[in-house]
């Protein structure tokens, strides 16, 4: 990826590790600012970009996304661009779905189905890379 970002603010979830970690790492070398978010501590991920911050949030509680994007606008001034990347990729529980345990769905469809949806109250650029019925999909505000 090769754009010009710099002066503008990116809030990636799930960037402790992984994906979100890479585009992380791509949207800092584009010269954005970026905030590493995630459940696990994002420090690490975070230290490594000039000027990345790391913020633990929980995708899946509403207040908590709605207290990161206010904390990241009244840190920074602006948050431009928003990637709804966490998610529970997990190799467990390779069966077929009638076999799939219930209560291992709980968590997926909280992560992966219905937190874009309310990630998506900031303003800004949003993109979403998880495997939720939002996938693949961008939205310019
Ligand atoms: N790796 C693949 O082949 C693949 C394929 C299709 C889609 N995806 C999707 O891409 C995204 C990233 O995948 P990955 O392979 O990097 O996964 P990963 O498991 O390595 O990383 C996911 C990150 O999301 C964080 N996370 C989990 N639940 C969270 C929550 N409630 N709130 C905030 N953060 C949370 C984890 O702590 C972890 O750091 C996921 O949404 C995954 O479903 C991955």
Same mark, same amino acid.
């Given at each position: 990826?090769?754009?010009?970002?710099?002066?503008?603010?990116?809030?990636?979830?799930?960037a402790a590790?992984?994906?979100?970690?890479?585009?992380?790492?791509?949207?800092?070398?584009?010269?954005?600012?970026?905030?590493?978010t995630d459940v696990a501590?994002a420090?690490?991920?975070?230290?490594?970009?000039?000027?990345?911050?790391?913020?633990?949030?929980?995708?899946?509680?509403?207040?908590?996304?709605?207290?990161?994007?206010?904390?990241?606008?009244?840190?920074?001034?602006?948050?431009?661009?928003?990637?709804?990347?966490?998610?529970?990729?997990?190799?467990?529980?390779?069966?077929?779905? *009638?076999?799939?345990?219930?209560? &291992?769905?709980?968590? $997926? =469809?909280? +992560? /992966?189905?219905?937190? *874009?949806?309310?990630?998506?109250? &900031?303003?800004?650029? $949003? =993109?979403? +890379? /998880?495997?939720?019925?939002?996938?693949?999909?961008?939205?310019?505000?």
């Open positions: 990826m090769k754009a010009d970002l710099s002066g503008r603010v990116s809030l990636v979830t799930g590790r992984g994906i979100g970690e890479a585009i992380a790492d791509r949207l800092a070398a584009n010269g954005s600012r970026v905030v590493h501590d420090a690490r991920a975070a230290q490594k970009s000039p000027g990345g911050v790391a913020m633990t949030l929980d995708v899946t509680n509403p207040s908590q996304v709605q207290g990161i994007i206010e904390r990241g606008v009244d840190e920074f001034g602006r948050l431009d661009i928003l990637v709804n990347n966490a998610g529970i990729n997990t190799l467990a529980h390779r069966v077929t779905i *009638d076999e799939y345990p219930r209560e &291992a769905w709980d968590p $997926i =469809l909280a +992560v /992966d189905f219905l937190a *874009d949806p309310e990630n998506t109250y &900031a303003h800004g650029h $949003i =993109l979403t +890379v /998880d495997g939720g019925w939002t996938a693949g999909y961008a939205r310019e505000f």
